[in-house]
Each structure stands twice: as structure tokens, then as C-alpha cells.
């Protein structure tokens, strides 16, 4: 590497080592990493430390063999601790490289442990970018899929339509699922025994990142009608299961703990839209007026129905300009 990369090694580590740590952060507290992630994680100073040959270490060949470096040793370059053997080591926290002489280039273990140390940054980071890969492919890919061409009818999609939105999708968009390439490393039936202590044959799948398991299990819940939707009350996603379709979801809300954004999400929005909306306002109070009259034993059951139809139509109209506010506004009222 060039003499600027060389001097600012240290510092490029650490800055490396606050974005990971801010990342294990996040990925720690999200399902399903928050059961199954082992804390405290690997680090890079694990790994650089592993290879401590190629750092600055501030000791002489010697101070190993006299003892100096124990539980209470410190330097600028790091402090003693024991490795597994009950040996004393420096553990580095500053990683200033060494210099190489070109004999060392020419020493095949030298040479090997820098191919070595290589692939296990590498192999480090590559963890990292595949998650990121798999968030970015959620917010860029699976997110305006969900939004804009599943629920775009606000219903399921029978087989047929849900394959026509997914090559319509890969067509509008350039960056679509043609780029994901799901990587399966295993796959298998094995028998698990259920919470009633009764065997189910399972599939056993081992796939090799995030990203895949993602696109598999997603395609495999549409198959399925499973399908994420957002709930258009707290504005999280949640799943829909089996062939009941909502846009609410069943969480309690923050303020009503003994109510869910399902019991009453249809009828805030009702009741937002005829604040906000002099046609369902109008509507509204119409629909209030006529229904009085309706348990006044003013109207029929018959005529009420008629009238709730005609209502729906006229409103529907004047919502998409068909028919001007002031015609709308006199007809229904009639």
C-alpha cells in the first residue's frame, strides 16, 4: 500500500471499528439476531491481533523471556494479557504497521500469513456487506413490490396476478429481483414434534446469508397467501395470514393498550377523511340525516339500501372530479 495508507492504518481501524460496533448495535436488538447472536461478537482488533507480527508492538525480542510483560504491563501500543497456554502476550490496541524488509517479503511464512490475514478481514467485512446488502435490497426491492404492486388492489392476488406484478415490477424497475441470487447450501427433510408432542416432516434448509434466506422465505410465504402489508394506522408492517385481508393490524395501540390498531384504525380513518374532505363530509352527515329517518321509521329498509348505493356512487364520483361539488352536494341531500 501507498505511504498515506501505510501512516493512517491505525486511524482507519478505528474508525472502522465505530461504524461496526454501531452496526452489532442495531443487528443485536432486531429479531431474529436478538436470540440468536452470541455477545460479545468478533471484532477487527480480534483478528489484527491475531496477527501481531506485521504491528508495532514498542517491546525488545527480549522483554518476552524476562518476564516484562505481565497483568500490570502497558505501553503505548497495548497491555499484557494470557492466551490460552497461561502465556503472557501484548494485547495491541494501536495497529501501527511495520515496516517489511524485503527479506521478510521473500520468507514463505511471512508471505503466507499476509495472504492469511487477508482472507480474514475479508472474509470479516464480506459478513457486514451482506447484511447491508440484504437492508438495502428490503428498502429498494421488497418494500415498492409490497407497496406499489401487491396491495395496489387492497385484496389477495390470485397466482396468476401476483406473477404478473412480479415481472411487471422487474420490468418498471432497474433495480428489481433479477439481482438476487438465492445461494442454498443445504437442503433436506427432517421430523421435529410439535407443541401438541406430534411428528411433522419439516424442510431443512441451510442457505448462505441473510439475503437469501429473505428471498426464499418471502416467495414462499406468497405461495402460501402470506403476505407483509403496512398497517395504515401505526404505520408498521405486519403479516396477513390466511385469506382474511386487512390493512390494520392486530398490535395494541400505545394509547389504548385494550384496543388494537384493527378495532379501531377503520373508523379513525373514516373519521380523519370527513374532517379533512368536504365530499366525506358531506357525506357523512348525509348518510347521519338519512339514517335518522331510517330509525325514525321515516324510510324502509329497501329505500335506505337504495339510498346508501346511490350515496356511494355519487361520492365516489365527485371524489375522482366526475361530477362538480355543488351537484354532489344536492343530490345526495335529496
Known sequence: MDFYDFSKYNKNVYSDLSILEDINQIVSSLPPFDKILKLPLPKLDDILNSFDLFFEDGLHPTDYSYGIVDENFANEYGYGEKDDCENYYLRLIRFDLKPLKESDLEDNYVGEELREVNRNISAFFDIYIKFLRAYTQVQQIYKPFICDYLHRNNAFLSSSETAQCFEQFNCDNGINFSRIKCKMELFGYKPITDKNGEQILCEEIQLNDLGSFLYY??????????????CKNCGRYFLIRGAWYYTYC???????PNKTCRDVGSKRRYDEKCK??????TYNRAYKAHYARYMKKKMTVSEFEEWSRFASEIRDKALIGEIPYEQYYADIRK
Not at 217 to 230: C, S, W
Not at 276 to 281: K, S, T
Open 276 to 281: 379533512n374532505n368536504p365530499i366525506w363530509q
Open 217 to 230: 422465505d418471502f416467495f414462499n410465504g406468497l405461495k402460501q397467501n402470506f403476505i407483509p402489508n403496512l
Open 250 to 256: 392486530d398490535n395494541p395501540l400505545a394509547d389504548e
